[in-house]
């Protein structure tokens, strides 16, 4: 653990010319007491005096002047002056400011600790002067010294600690627990005032004295002493009672291990090694190896003054063994029991890595590489060395994980626990590294906590919702967690050690309250001003300015210094994600004031991300970012109020997340009542925006969806209001469904009153529209759009409201006949609109709202008129066309999504396929046999069809046909289906699939379709057949273009930036070659097609396939040939930080 350095600002001081100085040097009132004039008119043997706030910006005394202002007689007098004053004083508004009787003794604490902290000493000299220029550290003694006094007087610098992490910092450091805690410093009675203020925050419950504010009993030398009681303070006490939760597991554990007796292992271009690793096969497993790199930011980085490790992928050695596989589950088991995990834990191999002498790697957490990762699982292999400890660190507590002690071990620990791998002395450290996983499918579970143990988390958090919702002081709470999270992992399979344990603690206290409790990123935004007065930042910032005009990339003058704030301008926290506890994102962007944090300590020591803005003479403006993993308590009362804090900064903010999750949840039966207050009251705090911006609401069916929901659960004025303000954005398949609920009453009487519930927001005040006029209209409007006077196109969204307007009519087969069939054969190029009109008048004839008889033959004729016109080699998937959005060259004025909306809506998927292909088995007959009509004409156009159209389409498609044929009694042996199944089949091999590709050969890669200079050196290098890797010295512009060419060419090698040298080279090395990328493209669409086949049945299979069936045999041979082999991520898969 090392002390972070902020700032080393030394400061000119302005000595007083006596050796006496009076701190108090204003005006004193006539009205303090006179025993307060007297003190405040005192002087203190000290050359000057010097107040907290000077400490907290950085200062620090060194040379003649530490020596005079820390001389024992100054230290003597200070302490007489602090005492007095607050004795004297205690009673008196010393700063006319109302700042109340506390004030004489924040006063004289001001000074005393300045002095005590300023005039810390060792043997060696001052501490503050030592520790800003790093030589000493945070465990030495004089780290130990400033920690204590920082954390007793709330210092800000040079350490920002609190009291629990002093106490967590002291146990785990050196030194005996509880040795030197006051360090020989001054004992003084208003030291232990200010140290049972800080003790009450973190154990409110024993703060021993007298229980009174200004403690006069003590300043009085009174000696009695009675205990407090609990305090009251909601937060305070719930703070308390979360971490008072045992905790279950640790954070990090390591174990010695036997590995099984048939564990082998064998490196390509090796061979078998030997067990234990000898030198000699070291060194020729070091000739396959590479250096491994590690991420910064989006760069992948070598650099072996941070990293200096070998590493193999997965595919380059292999695992032989019987056991070893059963043995790495019984190690998952131990994984899960050590850490508390009660869910079933798996692992997957990453790298194998080796550390010869001097290897290490500098302190670092890992990267979350697969789902569900958790953490992370390292397998000493038998190897003899010395050194290459890991030292693992996680809330003040630290494990040391020392490999070289065993012939073979295991150590595992959560992902974001801070490590580092110290250098190896001797010897080759020789591991393998995985990844370590919950399932997908397993539930996380936990044992149930006894009432008692549940009563103080339920007690506290009862008497809160006692309250009425506008006297709460805290409206909802945030319980910041332990372990780190991201925007991506913040959810409840996520949380990991003491976070699980508290969050089932506290999901089970308050199960039956009427609380919701979410999960989320908090974020806590500071703005302000760098201070700029350190002096190597200062020779050095008018140097950085002037190359950031010439050159990209520049030294960055925060480095290795990372300056805070001297002034915050603005604070603001949000919650960034809230999610579920099923997982599912409520909302993102809400602001959240400081006050719903538990702990006010929760962002202390976490790093943060920065942004710096210069600004000429005028200084540099920062924004700092610190984010935390957090439970969100929130009481159902208080529910739309949160979700309705969005934060209006973003021009991107809009209720329409929040609104759309709330309706899932009161679509749901057996509905709470609280969900349709929330929803009630989520709408109405959004329509100012929603009228102000309508196209905040994309998704249209929302606000349909709501009125829905709260005509049936009797929230008549939301209808109201919606209908009346919003009836533009509203789809007309709402209308339809409004009229049905009107008229679905059989009383007249009750037909009226929903009329009337309604009639405000749907009609004008003045009638009722005649039956005759509505149905003309209709008649007329449709005809419009088959005269030309209307759109010009269709898609599949007009389908359902031009059908169901024939339910208006008495003859509705007639109405078809008249204006929709036209329709349907006017938009050929619309397949969207007629395969959708084909499917609602299936729908329309299955629920009896048509003539069955009548309507078949209708839907006969239409679907054969569709099967002769369509070129069902044209149609495409929603997913094509999105990709061909993004590629294709448009017009300025012409966006890639505007143009993906125009062809979205005539879009065909899998499922309409099935839909239509289920339609004609229904509809067809010896006479009119549409099914077979449209399979001939499918067979015939299957060399036209696309890969894309066999992967999207024609695949899943394939399997969804046998449910239908079985539902409609149709033997599989049928030659008809057989036929067609065993043609798409062999589309899906010959034209989606393909033969399989040769085995690699060369080295030579296609170049890039880009020909500047920079990449035409690079294209040089990849067509050369032996050339493995190369550097491209080169500013950060042009290595951002030559690597973007790269991704965007898909071509097979990996790309990283080396920083040691300057400029940064850019690092380009092939690992795959050609017909390597093919045939892995291969594997994959192979794959692909063998999972789609393995969900039907085999004995279905093989009588639809007949001799076609060997051919689907063969492929899933081939996968289970390499299925034995060891696999690997990947190509081109961004590197994460491993062990």
């Given at each position: 653990?090392?002390?972070?350095?902020?700032?080393?600002?030394?400061?000119?001081?302005?000595?007083?010319?006596?050796?006496?100085?009076?701190?108090?040097?204003?005006?004193?009132?006539?009205?303090?007491?006179?025993?307060?004039?007297?003190?405040?008119?005192?002087?203190?043997?000290?050359?000057?005096?010097?107040?907290?706030?000077?400490?907290?910006?950085?200062?620090?005394?060194?040379?003649?002047?530490?020596?005079?202002?820390?001389?024992?007689?100054?230290?003597?007098?200070?302490?007489?002056?602090?005492?007095?004053?607050?004795?004297?004083?205690?009673?008196?508004?010393?700063?006319?400011?109302?700042?109340?009787?506390?004030?004489?003794?924040?006063?004289?604490?001001?000074?005393?600790?300045?002095?005590?902290?300023?005039?810390?000493?060792?043997?060696?000299?001052?501490?503050?002067?030592?520790?800003?220029?790093?030589?000493?550290?945070?465990?030495?003694?004089?780290?130990?010294?400033?920690?204590?006094?920082?954390?007793?007087?709330?210092?800000?610098?040079?350490?920002?600690?609190?009291?629990?992490?002093?106490?967590c910092l002291q146990e785990n450091c050196a030194k005996e627990p509880g040795t030197n805690t006051t360090f020989g410093l001054l004992s003084s009675k208003s030291l232990i005032?200010?140290?049972?203020?800080?003790?009450?925050?973190?154990?409110?419950?024993?703060?021993?004295?007298?229980?009174?504010?200004?403690?006069?009993?003590?300043?009085?030398?009174?000696?009695?002493?009675?205990?407090?009681?609990?305090?009251?303070?909601?937060?305070?006490?719930?703070?308390?009672?979360?971490?008072?939760?045992?905790?279950?597991?640790?954070?990090?554990?390591?174990?010695?291990?036997?590995?099984?007796?048939?564990?082998?292992?064998?490196?390509?271009?090796?061979?078998?090694?030997?067990?234990?690793?000898?030198?000699?096969?070291?060194?020729?497993?070091?000739?396959?190896?590479?250096?491994?790199?590690?991420?910064?930011?989006?760069?992948?980085?070598?650099?072996?003054?941070?990293?200096?490790?070998?590493?193999?992928?997965?595919?380059?050695?292999?695992?032989?063994?019987?056991?070893?596989?059963?043995?790495?589950?019984?190690?998952?088991?131990?994984?899960?029991?050590?850490?508390?995990?009660?869910?079933?834990?798996?692992?997957?191999?990453?790298?194998?890595?080796?550390?010869?002498?001097?290897?290490?790697?500098?302190?670092?957490?890992?990267?979350?590489?697969?789902?569900?990762?958790?953490?992370?699982?390292?397998?000493?292999?038998?190897?003899?060395?010395?050194?290459?400890?890991?030292?693992?660190?996680?809330?003040?507590?630290?494990?040391?994980?020392?490999?070289?002690?065993?012939?073979?071990?295991?150590?595992?620990?959560?992902?974001?626990?801070?490590?580092?791998?110290?250098?190896?002395?001797?010897?080759?450290?020789?591991?393998?590294?995985?990844?370590?996983?919950?399932?997908?499918?397993?539930?996380?579970?936990?044992?149930?906590?006894?009432?008692?143990?549940?009563?103080?988390?339920?007690?506290?958090?009862?008497?809160?919702?006692?309250?009425?919702?506008?006297?709460?002081?805290?409206?909802?709470?945030?319980?910041?967690?332990?372990?780190?999270?991201?925007?991506?992992?913040?959810?409840?399979?996520?949380?990991?050690?003491?976070?699980?344990?508290?969050?089932?603690?506290?999901?089970?206290?308050?199960?039956?309250?009427?609380?919701?409790?979410?999960?989320?990123?908090?974020?806590?935004?500071?703005?302000?001003?760098?201070?700029?007065?350190?002096?190597?930042?200062?020779?050095?910032?008018?140097?950085?300015?002037?190359?950031?005009?010439?050159?990209?990339?520049?030294?960055?003058?925060?480095?290795?210094?990372?300056?805070?704030?001297?002034?915050?301008?603005?604070?603001?926290?949000?919650?960034?994600?809230?999610?579920?506890?099923?997982?599912?994102?409520?909302?993102?962007?809400?602001?959240?004031?400081?006050?719903?944090?538990?702990?006010?300590?929760?962002?202390?020591?976490?790093?943060?991300?920065?942004?710096?803005?210069?600004?000429?003479?005028?200084?540099?403006?920062?924004?700092?970012?610190?984010?935390?993993?957090?439970?969100?308590?929130?009481?159902?009362?208080?529910?739309?109020?949160?979700?309705?804090?969005?934060?209006?900064?973003?021009?991107?903010?809009?209720?329409?997340?929040?609104?759309?999750?709330?309706?899932?949840?009161?679509?749901?039966?057996?509905?709470?009542?609280?969900?349709?207050?929330?929803?009630?009251?989520?709408?109405?705090?959004?329509?100012?925006?929603?009228?102000?911006?309508?196209?905040?609401?994309?998704?249209?069916?929302?606000?349909?969806?709501?009125?829905?929901?709260?005509?049936?659960?009797?929230?008549?004025?939301?209808?109201?209001?919606?209908?009346?303000?919003?009836?533009?954005?509203?789809?007309?398949?709402?209308?339809?469904?409004?009229?049905?609920?009107?008229?679905?009453?059989?009383?007249?009487?009750?037909?009226?009153?929903?009329?009337?519930?309604?009639?405000?927001?749907?009609?004008?005040?003045?009638?009722?529209?005649?039956?005759?006029?509505?149905?003309?209209?209709?008649?007329?409007?449709?005809?419009?759009?088959?005269?030309?006077?209307?759109?010009?196109?269709?898609?599949?969204?007009?389908?359902?409201?031009?059908?169901?307007?024939?339910?208006?009519?008495?003859?509705?087969?007639?109405?078809?006949?008249?204006?929709?069939?036209?329709?349907?054969?006017?938009?050929?190029?619309?397949?969207?609109?007629?395969?959708?009109?084909?499917?609602?008048?299936?729908?329309?004839?299955?629920?009896?709202?048509?003539?069955?008889?009548?309507?078949?033959?209708?839907?006969?004729?239409?679907?054969?008129?569709?099967?002769?016109?369509?070129?069902?080699?044209?149609?495409?998937?929603?997913?094509?066309?999105?990709?061909?959005?993004?590629?294709?060259?448009?017009?300025?004025?012409?966006?890639?999504?505007?143009?993906?909306?125009?062809?979205?809506?005539?879009?065909?998927?899998?499922?309409?396929?099935?839909?239509?292909?289920?339609?004609?088995?229904?509809?067809?007959?010896?006479?009119?046999?549409v099914s077979g009509q449209f399979m001939s004409k499918i067979t015939k156009q299957l060399g036209r069809f696309s890969e894309a159209s066999f992967q999207l389409t024609w695949?899943?498609?394939?399997?969804?046909?046998?449910?239908?044929?079985?539902?409609?009694?149709?033997?599989?042996?049928?030659?008809?289906?057989?036929?067609?199944?065993?043609?798409?089949?062999?589309?899906?091999?010959?034209?989606?699939?393909?033969?399989?590709?040769?085995?690699?050969?060369?080295?030579?890669?296609?170049?890039?379709?880009?020909?500047?200079?920079?990449?035409?050196?690079?294209?040089?290098?990849?067509?050369?057949?032996?050339?493995?890797?190369?550097?491209?010295?080169?500013?950060?512009?042009?290595?951002?273009?030559?690597?973007?060419?790269?991704?965007?060419?898909?071509?097979?090698?990996?790309?990283?930036?080396?920083?040691?040298?300057?400029?940064?080279?850019?690092?380009?090395?092939?690992?795959?070659?050609?017909?390597?990328?093919?045939?892995?493209?291969?594997?994959?669409?192979?794959?692909?097609?063998?999972?789609?086949?393995?969900?039907?049945?085999?004995?279905?299979?093989?009588?639809?396939?007949?001799?076609?069936?060997?051919?689907?045999?063969?492929?899933?041979?081939?996968?289970?040939?390499?299925?034995?082999?060891?696999?690997?991520?990947?190509?081109?898969?961004?590197?994460?930080?491993?062990?």
């Amino acid at each position: 653990m090392r002390f972070p350095i902020f700032t080393s600002i030394v400061f000119t001081l302005t000595t007083h010319s006596a050796t006496a100085y009076r701190p108090w040097n204003s005006t004193i009132p006539e009205s303090f007491n006179e025993e307060c004039r007297k003190v405040l008119s005192t002087e203190i043997d000290c050359p000057y005096f010097l107040r907290r706030e000077w400490v907290d910006d950085g200062y620090y005394l060194k040379g003649e002047r530490a020596e005079a202002y820390c001389s024992s007689s100054c230290r003597s007098s200070l302490g007489q002056y602090s005492g007095d004053l607050t004795a004297a004083c205690v009673n008196e508004d010393i700063w006319g400011e109302n700042t109340g009787p506390q004030a004489a003794l924040d006063f004289s604490m001001s000074l005393l600790a300045a002095q005590m902290i300023l005039c810390v000493a060792d043997e060696e000299g001052p501490c503050l002067e030592a520790l800003y220029k790093r030589e000493r550290d945070l465990c030495s003694e004089c780290g130990l010294k400033v920690a204590y006094l920082s954390a007793m007087f709330e210092f800000k610098k040079p350490l920002n600690i609190s009291s629990k992490q002093f106490m967590c910092l002291q146990e785990n450091c050196a030194k005996e627990p509880g040795t030197n805690t006051t360090f020989g410093l001054l004992s003084s009675k208003s030291l232990i005032v200010t140290v049972s203020r800080e003790m009450a925050l973190d154990n409110p419950a024993t703060v021993s004295g007298s229980g009174s504010d200004n403690d006069e009993d003590k300043q009085s030398g009174a000696n009695n002493s009675s205990t407090m009681a609990t305090n009251d303070d909601f937060k305070v006490d719930l703070l308390k009672a979360i971490k008072d939760v045992k905790i279950v597991g640790k954070f990090a554990f390591d174990q010695e291990i036997e590995i099984p007796e048939d564990f082998s292992i064998s490196v390509r271009g090796v061979g078998d090694i030997k067990l234990p690793l000898k030198k000699a096969q070291a060194v020729k497993i070091i000739t396959q190896a590479r250096q491994a790199p590690f991420g910064k930011g989006s760069d992948t980085i070598v650099d072996t003054s941070v990293r200096k490790t070998w590493e193999l992928d997965p595919e380059q050695f292999t695992i032989g063994g019987d056991e070893w596989s059963d043995y790495l589950k019984e190690l998952c088991e131990l994984v899960a029991q050590k850490m508390g995990i009660k869910t079933p834990v798996h692992a997957e191999l990453y790298k194998m890595l080796l550390y010869e002498k001097d290897a290490m790697f500098k302190a670092h957490t890992d990267t979350e590489k697969i789902p569900d990762m958790f953490g992370t699982l390292v397998v000493s292999l038998p190897s003899k060395h010395k050194g290459g400890e890991v030292v693992l660190e996680h809330c003040g507590e630290e494990v040391i994980y020392e490999s070289s002690k065993s012939q073979a071990s295991c150590a595992a620990w959560y992902s974001d626990v801070h490590h580092e791998v110290l250098p190896v002395a001797s010897g080759y450290r020789w591991v393998l590294t995985y990844n370590l996983a919950i399932g997908q499918s397993s539930p996380r579970t936990f044992d149930a906590f006894s009432e008692a143990k549940l009563r103080p988390l339920s007690e506290c958090v009862k008497g809160w919702l006692a309250q009425e919702q506008k006297d709460r002081k805290t409206p909802y709470a945030c319980h910041v967690l332990d372990h780190e999270y991201t925007q991506a992992n913040i959810s409840q399979k996520s949380l990991k050690g003491a976070d699980m344990t508290r969050f089932m603690a506290l999901q089970q206290a308050l199960e039956g309250y009427p609380v919701t409790i979410y999960l989320a990123l908090l974020e806590r935004e500071e703005i302000g001003m760098v201070d700029f007065a350190e002096p190597e930042m200062q020779a050095f910032y008018p140097l950085s300015l002037a190359l950031s005009r010439t050159i990209d990339t520049y030294p960055d003058p925060f480095k290795g210094y990372h300056p805070s704030l001297y002034s915050v301008d603005e604070t603001v926290c949000r919650l960034k994600t809230l999610r579920d506890l099923q997982g599912e994102t409520v909302t993102d962007e809400l602001v959240v004031t400081e006050n719903c944090i538990l702990d006010p300590s929760a962002f202390k020591g976490v790093k943060s991300e920065k942004a710096y803005e210069f600004s000429g003479n005028s200084g540099t403006t920062a924004t700092h970012w610190y984010r935390r993993g957090t439970i969100v308590i929130v009481p159902h009362d208080s529910v739309a109020g949160l979700l309705s804090q969005l934060d209006d900064r973003f021009c991107y903010s809009s209720p329409e997340m929040q609104i759309k999750y709330i309706v899932h949840l009161c679509s749901q039966p057996d509905v709470q009542d609280h969900l349709i207050s929330t929803m009630a009251g989520l709408v109405e705090n959004a329509m100012p925006k929603l009228e102000t911006n309508p196209d905040l609401m994309k998704d249209k069916s929302v606000l349909s969806k709501v009125v829905k929901i709260a005509l049936q659960h009797k929230r008549y004025q939301i209808v109201e209001d919606i209908l009346a303000k919003f009836y533009k954005m509203l789809p007309s398949d709402l209308f339809i469904w409004l009229r049905q609920w009107v008229i679905e009453p059989d009383d007249d009487d009750k037909t009226l009153d929903n009329f009337n519930k309604l009639k405000k927001g749907v009609l004008p005040t003045d009638a009722l529209p005649t039956r005759g006029p509505i149905l003309e209209w209709t008649r007329q409007t449709l005809q419009n759009l088959l005269d030309g006077d209307g759109p010009t196109e269709v898609t599949a969204d007009d389908a359902l409201p031009v059908v169901d307007s024939a339910l208006y009519f008495e003859s509705k087969i007639a109405f078809l006949k008249e204006f929709v069939v036209p329709l349907f054969e006017k938009f050929p190029l619309a397949p969207g609109f007629r395969f959708m009109t084909l499917a609602r008048v299936m729908a329309l004839i299955e629920e009896d709202k048509l003539p069955r008889q009548e309507g078949m033959d209708l839907y006969r004729t239409m679907a054969g008129s569709l099967i002769e016109s369509q070129d069902f080699a044209s149609l495409q998937h929603p997913r094509t066309i999105h990709e061909q959005s993004e590629k294709r060259k448009l017009p300025p004025w012409l966006t890639s999504k505007m143009w993906a909306q125009r062809w979205l809506g005539n879009a065909i998927t899998d499922n309409d396929m099935r839909d239509f292909f289920s339609g004609l088995l229904k509809a067809s007959t010896k006479s009119g046999n549409v099914s077979g009509q449209f399979m001939s004409k499918i067979t015939k156009q299957l060399g036209r069809f696309s890969e894309a159209s066999f992967q999207l389409t024609w695949l899943p498609f394939l399997r969804s046909t046998i449910p239908l044929l079985e539902d409609e009694s149709i033997s599989l042996s049928t030659s008809t289906y057989k036929k067609f199944f065993s043609a798409v089949t062999r589309g899906i091999l010959d034209n989606f699939l393909g033969p399989e590709p040769r085995e690699p050969w060369t080295w030579a890669l296609a170049g890039v379709p880009c020909d500047c200079s920079d990449c035409e050196r690079v294209s040089a290098f990849l067509r050369h057949h032996t050339k493995m890797s190369e550097e491209y010295p080169m500013n950060k512009p042009r290595r951002t273009h030559v690597q973007q060419v790269l991704e965007k060419a898909g071509v097979g090698c990996s790309i990283q930036t080396r920083s040691d040298t300057s400029p940064y080279p850019l690092v380009v090395t092939k690992t795959s070659r050609p017909q390597g990328v093919k045939l892995g493209a291969w594997k994959k669409r192979r794959d692909q097609v063998l999972e789609e086949f393995d969900q039907i049945q085999p004995h279905h299979l093989k009588k639809l396939l007949g001799k076609e069936y060997k051919a689907i045999e063969q492929l899933r041979t081939g996968q289970k040939d390499q299925e034995n082999l060891s696999q690997g991520p990947q190509t081109g898969e961004k590197r994460g930080i491993d062990e």
